[in-house]
């Protein structure tokens, strides 16, 4: 087992696991975490306050990276180590909850949830493959994730209290509720890539690594408009104010992160609990929770 032992509190420090077993065999970890770097030893006591306030019962919020981008960003890998890092069980990838989605919502009502997100621009304006259509098709399929995606957030990462990273390529967080992303436990982070041939190399590596069987050339033509809903999603985030990060080196993205977490988890730690009383959609999860024979 590595998350029920005090040595899993290392891998939260962001360090390769080369630095993290010197640290072990060193006899004196907060020494050595020091000599790495000051920053190493911060962070490691943070997450073991934060540890031990929670197993204590004194503090609830949970933890709840949102990781956005459009694909071959670095979504799904830098979701992959956040959750190896700070032992969050639950990963959840946009793409399947929207697949499990298509049953329940009608197609005759929303055509343009299902398809992929750039060929929505059939079903909106006049239906022609124009820069304003693509943009607003990828309005509209965003809009019904987000307040899917919210839900799940607010339901199972704030009311419940559940750790989980949520990644997936449709956030816009000005179609969120305001009041869920200035939650401490909710932490938004937007990718984006800068470096278009890049871009194309990690389209091209798709099929190898994260996608098996997912055909990724077929991303090659559509990698414009990719690209043009990167822009869009990034200017969403900066009006919201919600960092955006550049992947193009991975792992200068991933050191960011792992601040901006950190600001979090001492934020949960100095208010403790956080009250969800002035959010409307706890308040519609806590009226549905009623119906409950417990209730």
Known sequence: MIYDKNNSLFLATGLSLEKISEVLKSGNAEEKLGEFGEKYLKRYKTFKEYKELVSKGEVKDSLVPIIAALPCIGKTTVSREIATAFGTGNVMGGDSIRAAFRELISKKEHPEFFCSVYGAWQFVGDGTETE?????????????????????????????????????????????????????????????????????????????????????????????????MQEVQCEDAKKAGVPVISTDNFEEALDKIFDIIYEHIERIIELKNTPHDNIEIIRKVMEERSLNPDK
């Open 132 to 228: 304003e259509n693509i943009i607003e098709g990828f309005y509209k399929q965003s809009s019904i994730m987000n307040n899917l995606m919210q839900r799940i957030v607010a339901d199972r990462g704030m009311r419940d209290g559940e750790s989980m990273v949520i990644e997936y390529l449709h956030f816009l967080p000005t179609q969120y509720e305001k009041a869920v992303l200035e939650h401490p436990s909710v932490i938004p982070i937007v990718l984006r890539l800068d470096s278009k041939e890049e871009h194309e190399r990690r389209v091209n590596m798709r099929d190898t690594s994260t996608h098996l069987k997912g055909n990724g050339k077929r991303l090659i033509p559509a990698l414009e408009k990719y690209r043009m």
